[in-house]
């Protein structure tokens, strides 16, 4: 059948078992002396309107609709024949069955990127498990891949790949579709500073996530120095002063400051602290 609107047909896999006096069986499918050969219906002349075999033992669809058959032939032996329907009516995405991808999307800015983990059912009842591998898209143009903000992770649906680009105090949602048929994962962005940058905020699920009126939380302050020693640095972080107010007494070094002097200014002005 085709499938779905992707222009590409179903394929077969053919294997061939040997059958010796005793009864023992062999699997001779790939074997040099095995050859395979599509037929006409109930006819020895060559299908060449139906089916092709290639790669040895697969099948594939010529684009016209019919009954051919296959058979298959092991040190001049022929096995019997395999009758195989092509039809016109395509098969279409019946349910997403999995789609996976992690709950913090963590990197760094820009380069940080995922490919997600989809498989589906179609309404033939055959699956596909993996339908994004590492030269993109099994089936290209049967699923779209889309985000409900790019600018904060993006997808494509070619590749399957997503791409980090900012911060988010929400979670942000992934969703693939084929034809009526869509399902959605949810994930956190979250960036990792990169050499010489700062970042704020949980290093797992939504960084500084939304709080309400009279919450009080902790916010990390990471700088990755990329390896280097680093004599002396100084932070602002600056916040609406509206909205919130830093604790003071609650303003100190985390567990992975190095060592050395650790100094800081809260209130002064009320929208910024410094390190």
Same mark, same amino acid.
């Given at each position: 059948?085709?499938?779905?609107?992707?222009?590409?047909?179903?394929?077969?896999?053919?294997?061939?078992?040997?059958?010796?006096?005793?009864?023992?069986?062999?699997?001779?499918?790939?074997?040099? =002396?095995?050859?395979?050969?599509?037929?006409? =219906?109930?006819?020895?002349?060559?299908?060449?309107?139906?089916? !092709?075999?290639?790669? =040895?033992?697969?099948?594939?669809?010529?684009?016209?609709?019919? %009954?051919?058959?296959?058979?298959?032939?092991?040190?001049?032996?022929?096995?019997?024949?395999?009758?195989?329907?092509?039809?016109? !009516?395509?098969?279409?995405? =019946?349910?997403?069955?999995?789609?996976?991808?992690?709950?913090?999307?963590?990197?760094?800015?820009?380069?940080?990127?995922?490919?997600?983990?989809?498989?589906?059912?179609?309404?033939?009842?055959?699956?596909? +498990?993996?339908?994004?591998?590492?030269? /993109?898209? &099994?089936?290209?143009?049967?699923?779209?891949?889309?985000?409900?903000?790019?600018?904060? %992770?993006?997808?494509? !649906?070619?590749?399957?790949?997503?791409?980090?680009? +900012?911060?988010?105090?929400?979670?942000?949602?992934?969703?693939?579709?084929?034809?009526?048929?869509?399902?959605? &994962?949810?994930?956190?962005?979250?960036?990792?500073?990169?050499?010489?940058?700062?970042?704020?905020?949980?290093?797992?699920?939504?960084?500084?996530?939304?709080?309400?009126?009279? +919450?009080?939380?902790?916010?990390?302050?990471? &700088?990755?120095?990329?390896?280097?020693? &680093?004599?002396?640095?100084?932070?602002?972080?600056?916040?609406? +002063?509206?909205?919130?107010? %830093?604790?003071?007494?609650?303003?100190?070094?985390?567990? /992975?400051?190095?060592? /050395?002097?650790?100094?800081?200014?809260?209130?002064?002005?009320?929208?910024?602290?410094?390190?």
């Amino acid at each position: 059948n085709p499938i779905a609107s992707t222009g590409l047909y179903q394929q077969g896999i053919v294997s061939m078992i040997l059958t010796l006096q005793d009864r023992s069986t062999i699997d001779v499918t790939s074997q040099s =002396k095995s050859s395979y050969r599509a037929l006409q =219906k109930g006819s020895n002349n060559l299908d060449v309107e139906i089916l !092709s075999i290639s790669s =040895k033992n697969r099948i594939r669809a010529r684009g016209k609709s019919g %009954v051919a058959e296959i058979e298959g032939s092991f040190s001049g032996r022929q096995s019997s024949r395999l009758a195989v329907s092509v039809t016109s !009516s395509p098969v279409v995405v =019946k349910a997403i069955q999995s789609f996976r991808f992690s709950s913090t999307f963590s990197g760094i800015k820009n380069k940080a990127t995922e490919r997600v983990r989809i498989g589906a059912q179609f309404s033939d009842d055959t699956r596909y +498990d993996t339908l994004y591998n590492g030269g /993109g898209a &099994v089936l290209p143009g049967l699923l779209n891949l889309t985000s409900n903000d790019p600018s904060i %992770v993006s997808i494509n !649906s070619a590749s399957g790949i997503a791409s980090l680009h +900012d911060n988010y105090q929400e979670l942000i949602t992934l969703t693939t579709a084929a034809g009526l048929v869509s399902r959605s &994962v949810r994930t956190a962005a979250n960036l990792i500073p990169d050499g010489g940058d700062v970042d704020l905020g949980s290093t797992t699920g939504v960084p500084l996530p939304s709080r309400k009126v009279g +919450d009080k939380f902790t916010v990390a302050v990471r &700088v990755n120095t990329d390896g280097e020693s &680093v004599g002396t640095l100084k932070l602002n972080v600056q916040f609406d +002063d509206k909205k919130l107010k %830093v604790i003071a007494a609650g303003t100190v070094q985390g567990s /992975g400051w190095p060592g /050395g002097t650790f100094l800081k200014t809260v209130n002064d002005p009320a929208w910024k602290v410094s390190f």
